[in-house]
Nanobody, 117 residues
Framework: QVQLVESGGDLVQPGGSLRLSCAAS????????MAWYRQVPGKQRELVAS???????NYADSVLGRFTITRDNAKKTVLLQMNTLKPEDTAVYYC???????????WGQGTQVTVSS
């Protein structure tokens, strides 16, 4: 099992930056692929960025070039650096952990990001 705790959400002006952090505990972090999702009311949760156990990354087209996902296996954390934020980035952001070859995955409680002037 993995426990995930997100932090770093805030209110920021358009064009600004935020860094989200996800702290993991409870299992062997390096065995898990990690991802950030986001959700707005009335819409499905969508994948924002993911990073494999070997460090390969993938991004939604809407954030490509603006967001960067990284992981630190020693610190059991995954970060999402968000630059040039837009109002449409406003959402609750969730951290996800999934172990390749296993059916279960784990979620954090979410952190609110609001982009508004």
């Amino acid at each position: 099992q993995v426990q995930l705790v997100e932090s770093g959400g805030d209110l920021v002006q358009p064009g600004g930056s935020l860094r989200l952090s996800c702290a993991a505990s409870g299992s062997i972090f390096r065995l898990y692929a990690m991802a950030w999702y986001r959700q707005v009311p009335g819409k499905q949760r969508e994948l924002v960025a993911s990073i494999t156990t070997s460090g390969s990354t993938n991004y939604a087209d809407s954030v490509l070039g603006r967001f960067t996902i990284t992981r630190d296996n020693a610190k059991k954390t995954v970060l999402l650096q968000m630059n040039t934020l837009k109002p449409e980035d406003t959402a609750v952001y969730y951290c996800n952990a999934r172990r390749p070859g296993f059916s279960s995955d784990f979620w954090g409680q979410g952190t609110q990001v609001t982009v508004s002037s």
